[in-house]
């Protein structure tokens, strides 16, 4: 029994360590139909950072259940306690960095300046379909709230015409 509780809890902690980042091609479902100010601007600097992940605590929990679970089965009565304790501290440390590696992650910090020629830095998750913007490239910068991406403007004409209007007749 203490064994299936110990894998159930560090199943947990895996799935939870393997939670998506938003990037170019991966939104968040809050982000769906909401609508994003975009504006145009061209790279200045990139250059790759690492990106320390969120640590949930998870891995903590399922090291420390798993360390106690493995350390109850040392010794008797008292000894077996704390085999148990000194386990789930063990496990829990060992958990926690465990975690925090699958969760850290490479992304890259660009510096731009947009067409009414503010400088921007945004520093962006970066997974393995997502293209690496060079210096001098023209990008679109989203903007919603306080998160920012940039996507590539390949996809977009250079220029568009001004649409039609309506008119409202009473």
Known sequence: MKKS????LLLATCLSACAKSPDQNRYNYNEVGQSVVAEFATVVTVKEVDITGRNTGAGALAGAAAGAGGGSYMGNGSGSAWAAAGGAIAGAAIGMAAEQALADHKGYEYIVVTEDKK????????SPTDRVFNAGER??????????????TDN?????????GFNIVD
């Open 5 to 8: 509780i110990a894998a159930a």
């Open 156 to 164: 977009l004409p250079d220029t568009v015409k001004k649409p039609k």
């Open 119 to 126: 400088t921007k830095t945004i520093v962006q998750n970066q």
């Open 139 to 152: 990008v679109l910068l989203q903007t919603k709230g306080t998160y920012q991406r940039l996507l590539p």
